[in-house]
């Protein structure tokens, strides 16, 4: 149940913080400083703080190379053949799967890329791919690429779903009807799973389902998604997703994706995929032998020896988001959005000045919230930084006001209701006008 009648004072601000379960986890995290102060980290949903303990975790392989060399592979307290073991239990638990639906490897675009190798196969009937205008970038030429790679002109076998006249989100009514209108078409309906620019979180047991009774793949980019919002995909039947690990999930810039794939895909032999000899079965890879036998479940999928050096910070991380549980860190989640979409829309009611892009309803939002302003936009980004404010500024592209947008995402792992409030602050004094 969440408080709709917050008070604007510091003292309301501060006994939230008093009452947070999950208090202690900032002090896990290094929080970067402004002037001989704690910055205001509202960026969590760009790149995610560093854990304390990640030192200690890179410090530690770096030993086990130093001490044990080509033997680290098989000695020590975590072999680094079996690396991507020790992070399939904690991950899938952040996503909603079984332990052997997940796996770490090489990086989002690139496991988007590998993923639609064997979930993306066009035929001349069925050749159509289902997402949202507006996806990121990197999927959008991903997405286009493949359609062209296959022989098919992306203007026409990649259908974008677009929020209707004047509306700024999808509705999921549309994205229902668009799958049935072109469902005999269709191979793949691919999504984002929180949109990146006005964080909206998509209704994904619904798309799957309509993918599904279409007789489409339905697969998911969850980058804004994972550690973010609570998902239960092996519940809800997707067929696959990635999602990268420097965002919410705090493992490093350029740290390794992740990957799900459905148990019911996992051991299909059948299912086509790009292989190399870290999939191969761990007791016969290094027979060096010519048949392939993939391990069973997502790390059939691997290709690449592990990289270590990445997957140390991932592994830290990991734990904490184990230990939090993203049951509680949803629950803080909300209510530290909640308590700033409180006080954005009491600014908000002096006098009109920003728009809130990002959906109201609690089921269509993780952390972020996404800030339109018109013509001042950047000034008052300027003035949040100036007064150490970490956030985000995007140029518009949706109204082509010469606007921007500030997204703002206050993560429930590091982040304090008494934050919240100092930045509304910050805004507030923006807004008046000295005397
Ligand atoms: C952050 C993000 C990416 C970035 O992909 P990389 O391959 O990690 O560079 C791609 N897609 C979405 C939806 C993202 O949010």
Redesign the pocket.
């Known amino acids: 149940m969440l408080k709709t009648d917050h008070q604007s004072s510091l003292a309301y601000a501060r006994a939230l913080d008093e009452k947070d379960q999950l208090a202690e986890f900032r002090s896990a995290y290094h929080i970067p400083a402004h002037g001989g102060n704690p910055a205001i980290y509202l960026c969590g949903n ?1 790149l995610g703080l560093q854990p304390k303990a990640t030192a200690g975790a890179l410090e530690e392989e770096l030993r086990q190379w130093q001490e044990k060399a080509v033997e680290g592979w098989f000695e020590g307290d975590r072999p680094w053949l079996s690396y991507h073991k020790y992070l399939q239990a904690p991950l899938s638990g952040v996503v909603g799967a079984e332990t052997e639906e997940v796996i770490v490897m090489n ?6 890329h590998l993923l639609m190798v064997s979930f993306y196969r066009p035929t001349s009937r069925r050749y159509k791919i289902i997402m949202e205008a507006g ?5 959008q030429y ?1 997405l286009a690429s493949q359609v062209r790679f296959h022989g098919y002109d992306p203007q026409e076998a990649i259908v974008e779903v677009q929020p209707r006249a004047g509306e700024i989100h999808l509705r999921t009514e549309d994205i229902l009807q668009t799958i049935d209108q072109n469902g005999a078409e269709t191979a793949l309906v691919l999504f ?2 929180v ?2 620019y006005t964080g909206q979180y998509f209704d994904l047991p619904a798309i799957t389902e309509a993918a599904h009774r279409a007789g489409a793949y339905a697969g998911f ?4 998604a994972a550690g973010n919002v609570p998902m239960q995909l092996h519940d809800w039947k997707v067929d696959f997703a990635v ?2 690990s ?2 919410y999930l705090n493992s490093g810039p ?1 740290g390794p ?1 992740g990957a799900f794939i459905h148990a019911r895909h996992g051991n299909d032999p059948d299912l086509p995929r790009f292989a190399g000899w870290w999939g191969q079965k761990e007791e016969e890879r290094f027979l060096m032998q010519k048949t392939f036998h993939p391990i069973p479940g997502a790390a059939g999928w691997q290709i690449s020896t592990v990289p270590i050096m990445s997957m140390a910070p991932h592994r830290i991380s990991l734990e904490l988001f184990d230990r939090a549980g993203m049951d509680r860190l949803h629950a803080k989640s909300e209510l530290l959005t909640d308590y700033l979409s409180w006080q954005l829309d009491r600014l908000n009611r002096q006098e009109h000045r920003f728009q809130i892009l990002t959906p109201s309803e609690l089921s269509a939002r993780g952390s972020q919230l996404s800030i339109y302003l018109e013509k001042e936009g950047k000034n008052l980004f300027d003035h949040l930084s100036r007064h150490g404010v970490i956030c985000d500024w995007r140029e518009d592209n949706l109204f082509h006001s010469g606007g921007g947008v500030i997204r703002v995402a206050p993560t429930a792992m590091y982040n304090t209701f008494e934050e919240i409030y100092q930045f509304t602050n910050l805004l507030e004094q923006y807004y008046t006008p000295k005397s």
């Open positions: 760009s990086t989002l675009t690139v496991n988007l996806a990121f970038p990197s999927d991903a984002g799973g949109n990146y980019d969850l980058a804004h999602w990268c420097y965002k350029g994706s």
